[in-house]
């Protein structure tokens, strides 16, 4: 087979799948998942808006009265999270079953586009009350919208946002739990990505505020949803 041939497959609409592959992909929007958490607890007053387990304890935890947390900030993300998530399940029922290519891809776009404005937004007006609102909205809109299609999409340990059940298929499976071990280098690949994103968004944050984080975000979409392919 030739190196054209191997880089597509076919698909029931009868075009070709062709780019990168979604394990690398989704690894990728794994290191994105870090730097907008980082973005969001760091820089907006300890709110996650891509960990949404996180987010759900934040929440208990301004509700209790903690200082530094907020109940407005929390459940707007929650919020904006399901209503992303709703959106991006009627996209899913709507395109899923063409070509997976197109519509990751245009999901990824629109994430794109999402984190573009908030970006903008960052570095147009930072210290402003009403940027930590639109960010926070934002993101989580944008999270939600994407993990929809992530969960769709189904493949095994790459949620791109959360990683307590990868991390508990580490070990349980593993050797030394009893298991092969098979999908260990997936799952290892997942929560390497993720603190790299969080390493990465951090001290970006700490060191030059959300704008710069977010525009790195942005762009590593924006290149993910130009070269993205249906393939597994």
Do not use: Q
Request: proline content about 4%; hydrophobic content about 50%.
């Amino acid at each position: 087979m030739s190196t054209a041939e191997s880089a597509e497959v076919d698909v029931p609409d009868g075009r070709k799948e062709r780019g990168l592959r979604l394990v690398p992909v989704l690894l990728a929007l794994t290191v994105v998942s870090g730097l907008i958490d980082a973005v969001s607890y760091l820089g907006l007053s300890h709110v996650f808006t891509a960990n949404m387990t996180g987010n759900v304890v934040v929440l208990g935890f301004a509700a209790a009265g903690a200082p530094g947390f907020s109940v407005p900030h929390a459940a707007a993300s929650l919020g904006c999270y399901l209503v992303g998530a709703v959106v991006g399940g009627r996209v899913a029922v709507r395109h899923g079953t063409g070509s997976r290519r197109t519509w990751v891809r245009r999901t990824l776009a629109v994430e794109t586009v999402l984190l573009g404005a908030c970006a903008a937004t960052a570095f147009a007006a930072p210290h402003a009350t009403t940027t930590v609102y639109a960010l926070i909205v934002v993101t989580a809109f944008a999270m939600g919208l994407r993990n929809a299609t992530v969960r769709r999409l189904g493949i095994p340990d790459l949620t791109t946002t959360v990683l307590t059940m990868t991390l508990t298929g580490l070990a349980a499976d593993s050797r030394a739990g009893g298991g092969t071990g098979a999908r260990t280098p997936r799952r290892a690949a997942s929560t390497i990505a993720m603190i790299g994103g969080a390493v990465l968004g951090a001290w970006l944050v700490l060191h030059h505020g959300p704008a710069i984080p977010l525009l790195l975000a942005t762009l590593t979409v924006g290149v993910l949803a130009l070269v993205t392919s249906g393939r597994e």
